[in-house]
């Protein structure tokens, strides 16, 4: 039974940071590209980065780059995504995926599995 669960999420201050993990277990992500969303309320689900299991590679959202780093830790199946200068609008919940790599688009919203998401709030 594959599962992704998120941990890390919390109460920060604006310019603080926080750093999400996410354990990753139940088959080989070889093939999948882990990612990290967030969804905020009353809002769509938004891509943040993409980081693909074999070769590291990574993909992030223009709200993310500069401030957010995806990382993967293959050994312990983890996946982390660092967030630095938070701000209050980055308050949301936020999501672990994993996505099919093959013929698939790294910005996509969809993926094949899903965490149950951790509370994120930056408070001004």
């Known amino acids: 039974q594959v599962q992704l669960v998120e941990s890390g999420g919390g109460l920060v201050q604006a310019g603080g940071s926080l750093r999400l993990a996410c354990v990753a277990s139940?088959?080989?992500?070889?093939?999948?590209?882990m990612k990290w969303f967030r969804q905020a309320a009353g809002k769509e689900r938004e891509f943040l980065a993409a980081?693909?299991?074999?070769?590291?590679?990574?993909h992030y959202s223009d709200s993310a780059r500069g401030r957010f780093t995806i990382s993967r830790d293959i050994s312990n199946k983890m996946v982390y995504l660092q967030m630095n200068s938070l701000k209050p609008e980055d308050t949301a919940v936020y999501y672990c995926?994993?996505?099919?790599?093959?013929?698939?688009?790294?910005?996509?919203?969809?993926?094949?599995?899903w965490g149950p998401g951790t509370q994120v709030t930056v408070s001004s």
């Open positions: 139940g088959r080989n992500f070889d093939w999948f590209r």
């Open positions: 980081v693909a299991w074999s070769d590291e590679t990574t």
């Open positions: 995926a994993a996505a099919l790599k093959f013929g698939s688009d790294p910005f996509d919203t969809e993926a094949t599995y």
